[in-house]
């Protein structure tokens, strides 16, 4: 015989109550072994009888505020760099991918072109390539030509992160499905067409996450342009250096570079981390 069922549904389970240590004890152990691990290294420097020899060397209070100014100014020249590069590389090397990315037989030689633009200017080194434009194209004196470093130097690195960055708009082109394409070439539209209006805003967001990558390396690299004298914070702190035997100057340097790419670098994960869930999303 079949039990009987009862009319009326179960009540719903009690709902636990906040529980502080649940939430408090993880952070608090997290919290405890950094400052354990941490201060002990922090001994272990402190304690070494090299430590005030260093500490005088590169971490002079003193000589770091005296280069600041000097090298705050030699930074505001980096970060210019850095944004004007951005923007030129993200221009430049999106129409190269585009042209990389184009079908048919027509297309042909100028896919053919950027191929070996992207092999050249990818297996060199950029460090070389801002030494043989900000020195080489200046001393040609070709007339309508600039003649600053900056500028060449600017160029080169444009040059070379364009076909890194080329091949991640491809990377992102190459994973629209392939339906997307057909859809768009049903509607009528030409090749050109299809890529700007159907291809193209799907290939930028799967690219996005790389491409951020590609901004913090750059913010960095910009420091090469120092190799070819441009008065940038790097070259700033060399000078102060050479003029006090003092490396402090080198340090203050390096913070202001920390201070910009550590927020890029966290914005960066958190992009990555974003497009990640929705990812997830989608798929479920």
């Known amino acids: 015989m079949i039990p009987k069922q009862p009319d009326t549904p179960p009540p719903p ?26 201060g002990g290294l922090a001994w272990l420097i402190s304690q070494n009888e090299n430590w005030p020899r ?28 850095w944004l004007i590069a951005m923007l030129c590389i993200g221009v430049w090397a999106l129409l190269l991918a585009v042209i990389r990315s184009l079908r048919g037989p027509w297309f042909a030689p100028f896919r053919l072109m950027v191929v070996l633009y992207i092999d050249i200017f990818r297996g060199l080194p950029a460090l070389l390539l801002v030494i043989l434009f900000g020195f080489g194209i200046p001393a040609l004196r070709i007339a309508g030509l600039p003649s600053s470093g900056l500028f060449w130097g600017g160029v080169a690195m444009v040059l070379s992160y364009s076909a890194y ?63 070819i004298g441009v008065r940038d914070a790097v070259r700033e702190a060399q ?42 999303q989608m798929a479920g």
């Open 13 to 38: 389970p009690r709902r636990r109550g906040f529980d502080w240590r649940t939430a408090l004890v993880p952070g608090l152990i997290g919290a405890g072994s950094i400052a354990l691990v941490f």
């Open 54 to 81: 260093i500490q005088r060397q590169f971490f002079s209070l003193d000589h770091m505020l005296a280069a600041l100014p000097r090298v705050a100014y030699g930074f505001l020249t980096n970060m210019q760099v």
């Open 165 to 227: 960055v080329c091949e991640i708009y491809r990377a992102g082109i190459d994973a629209v499905h392939e339906g997307q394409r057909a859809a768009a070439r049903a509607l009528g539209l030409n090749e050109w067409q299809v890529m700007v209006y159907a291809i193209l805003p799907q290939a930028l967001r799967n690219a996005m996450p790389s491409l951020m990558n590609i901004v913090v390396a750059l913010q960095k690299d910009v420091a090469l342009l120092s190799v």
């Open 239 to 280: 000078i102060y250096t050479a003029t006090t035997f003092n490396y402090s100057a080198l340090v203050v340097a390096a913070l202001l570079f920390l201070l910009a790419t550590i927020p890029m670098a966290r914005l960066a994960d958190w992009i990555t981390h974003r497009d990640r869930v929705k990812r997830l």
